[in-house]
């Protein structure tokens, strides 16, 4: 495939990992001897991304040193955010950094491992040909972790709504294709799920659901668990 720039949403308090995440942000809680920042660099570098965009806002400082630390010369660039902007507003301002060609954003709390690496390739196959939004979903049974007992959207022919009761549960994978044209009339601080429900709206916003299981770190327990 094509190479591509990914960013790594980074500036959240982390809060359901409670103690853990005191004096360290979530990101740089370490599986098997490995941060899950660290995991999702070294995923998706090695299925082509070549330019990273990490943005922080809680205890950031522990993840710039880091990153200079372990990746001092990689294409890797930092985005603090003085107050919070919100997951929205977060991506948003990584296209002030960018060429403002699409980008794949990553929640950094999934533990990608190498048997999402082909899906994961699939779903980024047309990354510069998505005109607003593409969501990686994920089938309850393959979606492992922090989960809900309802679900997040539904899909049908590729087409994405929001979830309502006994549908299917399909969850957001952690992934998504965004294009800064779907930023255009907004604030500088608000959540991602208010452009999907606008995009839903318009029924614009498209998706696709993987095949491999999906492991959500979302929680003190599923950290623990892994």
């Given at each position: ?78 985005v ?60 309850e ?20 709504s ?36 606008n ?16 492991t ?11």
């Open positions: 495939m094509n190479s591509f720039s990914l960013m790594i949403m980074c500036a959240g308090f982390g809060s359901r990992m409670l103690d853990l995440t005191k004096n360290k942000p979530k990101p740089l809680l370490e599986i098997k001897n490995i941060t899950l920042l660290e995991n999702s660099i070294n995923f998706f570098l090695s299925i082509g991304c070549n330019r990273i965009f990490i943005n922080t806002h809680y205890l950031y400082k522990e993840i710039e040193n880091f990153i200079k630390k372990n990746f001092k010369d990689y294409p890797i660039s930092l603090y955010e003085p107050v919070i902007l919100g997951t929205g507003g977060g991506i948003k301002n990584i296209f002030n950094f960018t060429k403002k060609e699409n980008i794949l954003v990553s929640n950094s709390d999934i533990l990608w491992q190498d048997k999402n690496k082909k899906d994961i390739i699939n779903f980024a196959r047309d990354i510069n040909d998505i005109k607003n939004c593409k969501l990686l979903l994920s089938k049974k393959n979606f492992l972790g922090l989960k809900s007992s309802n679900g997040d959207f539904r899909i049908i022919n590729n087409k994405v929001r979830w309502t009761k006994g549908d299917e549960i399909i969850f957001y994978s952690g992934l998504q294709i965004v294009s800064p044209n779907i930023f255009k009339n907004t604030t500088n601080i608000f959540p991602m799920n208010t452009i999907w429900d995009l839903i709206k318009q029924n614009n916003l498209i998706g696709e659901v993987i095949d491999s299981k999906i959500h770190i979302g929680d003190k327990k599923s950290f623990e668990e892994n």
